[in-house]
Structures are given as structure tokens and as C-alpha cells.
């Protein structure tokens, strides 16, 4: 059974950087290579956004709108990936998942970031 667990700052300030990380149990981020390692964010009053993915190789994959300011890293040695969102604003509030499998896959509990002063 693969479990995500999704952890890191709930409020952050417009312009700055968030940092989330999820950690992966039962399951390697270097060895399960059959699906992607993502972060899919939910905002209030919308749908699920995919935000970008790792494979087991280290490769990446960031969504067109957002991936001037998106870098999605991993720590194999934790088996743990991180998601860096750079000059936020208060459009990206939302509840960050961690993902591994999509929409029928492996979803962390998700963590509520909200961008405000």
C-alpha cells in the first residue's frame, strides 16, 4: 500500500517561495516506475490543477502555466519529493496534494497553503 504524506508551511507571504514535501512510504520514488510522482493543487471554488510531476529517473514535467516558477526535486536517500512554487500570490491558495498513480492512484491527506500578508 503506497501512502503520501504531504508536509510544510500553511501560510506564506505574497513573493516568496513555497516549499512543500511529500513523503513516500511503501512504495520507491527510484524503483516504481510505472507512474508519475505529482502535485495537483485544489483552489476554493475549482477543480483539481495538476502543477507537475517527477519519474523514477529524476525526470520532470511542469504544467505551461505555471512552469516558469515550479521546480520539482527529490531526495532519494528520504524517498521523498518536493514541490518549490516561486513569487506567490494569493492565486495560488489552495490545498496541495501529493499523487502518485492519478485521479484512481495514491493521494496524500493534502496541506492547506494560503498566500497572504
Known amino acids: 500500500q503506497v501512502q503520501l504524506l504531504e508536509s510544510g508551511p500553511g501560510l506564506v507571504k505574497p513573493s516568496q517561495t513555497l516549499s512543500l514535501t511529500c513523503t513516500v512510504s511503501g512504495a520507491s520514488i527510484i524503483t516504481t516506475n510505472y507512474y508519475y510522482w505529482s502535485w495537483i493543487r485544489q483552489s476554493p471554488g475549482k477543480g483539481l490543477e495538476w502543477v507537475g510531476c517527477?519519474?523514477?529517473?529524476?525526470?520532470?514535467d511542469y504544467s505551461p502555466s505555471l512552469k516558469s516558477r515550479t521546480s520539482i526535486s527529490r531526495d532519494t536517500s528520504k524517498n521523498q519529493f518536493t514541490l518549490q512554487l516561486s513569487s506567490l500570490t494569493p492565486e495560488d491558495t489552495a490545498v496541495y496534494y501529493c499523487?502518485?498513480?492519478?485521479?484512481?492512484?495514491?493521494w496524500g491527506q493534502g496541506t492547506q497553503v494560503t498566500v497572504s500578508s
Open positions: 517527477i519519474d523514477y529517473a529524476g525526470s520532470t
Open positions: 499523487n502518485y498513480g492519478g485521479l484512481r492512484g495514491y
